[in-house]
């Protein structure tokens, strides 16, 4: 099974500020690798799949990267609507796995 | 446009069972895979189970192995999850969300709003 481990837990910023999100593999998941981002009340939303595509309708603020093992989502300068929990879900291999998710919150 | 709308959540008792829907529409259903993914009260996102686009072939989270039963009606474009023997761990809003594929990686690209059960006495 696929541990996923992302960090940190919780990212204190301003709007306008530059985020950088991660999410670690136990083991290497190729580019199956998804970033959702989840308001309370709403339902997850996709942002990027394959590791570094953009969903679509998702700004070109948001940006996702990385193979293997080590993932990375960047939003390059924050809105309020930004503020929310981000997931990664790795879908190389059964059971389906999503990390434990980093709160991004108004500094 | 695509939608996914989930029905059938309520309070239940330990041990007792629900069944949940999902209705699609605004795509054709019968082509594309499908999903349940659960959130527990302050916490982070679970996925439960899963089913081809034509019913032949499941996976289940081992939190619902044996437990949970994910099926479809592509006639009725709706998927279904029945949950018996349910635990108080198992109180969450459950989601059905729609599996997609570019080119060769798989992802959850539409998600209906959810329905909440709860397992309580």
């Known amino acids: 099974e696929v541990v996923l481990t992302q960090s940190p837990a919780t990212l204190s910023l301003s709007p306008g500020d530059g985020a950088t999100l991660s999410c670690r593999a136990s083991q290497g998941v190729r580019g199956a690798l998804a970033w959702y981002q989840h308001k309370p009340g709403q339902p997850p939303r996709l942002l990027i799949y394959a590791a570094s595509t953009r969903a679509t309708g998702i700004p070109a603020r948001f940006s996702g990267s990385g193979s293997g093992t080590d993932f990375t989502l960047t939003i390059s300068s924050l809105e309020p609507e930004d503020f929310a929990v981000y997931y990664c879900q790795q879908r190389s291999s059964w059971p389906i796995n999503f990390g434990q998710g980093t709160r991004l919150e108004i500094k | 446009q695509v939608q996914l709308v989930e029905s059938g959540g309520g309070v239940v008792q330990p041990g007792g069972s629900l069944r949940l829907s999902c209705a699609a529409s605004g795509f054709t259903f019968r082509n594309f895979a499908m999903h349940w993914v659960r959130q527990a009260p302050g916490k982070g996102l679970e996925w439960v189970a899963f089913?081809?686009?034509?019913?032949?072939?499941?996976y289940y989270a081992d939190s619902v192995q044996g437990r949970f039963t994910i099926s479809r009606d592509n006639s009725k474009s709706t998927l279904y999850l029945q949950m018996n023997s349910l635990r108080p761990e198992d109180t969450a809003v459950y989601y059905c969300?729609?599996?997609?594929?570019?080119?060769?990686?798989?992802?959850?690209?539409?998600w209906g709003k959810g329905t909440a059960v709860t397992v309580s006495s």
């Open positions: 969300a729609k599996d997609e594929v570019a080119p060769t990686y798989y992802y959850m690209d539409v």
């Open positions: 089913v081809n686009y034509n019913g032949n072939d499941k």
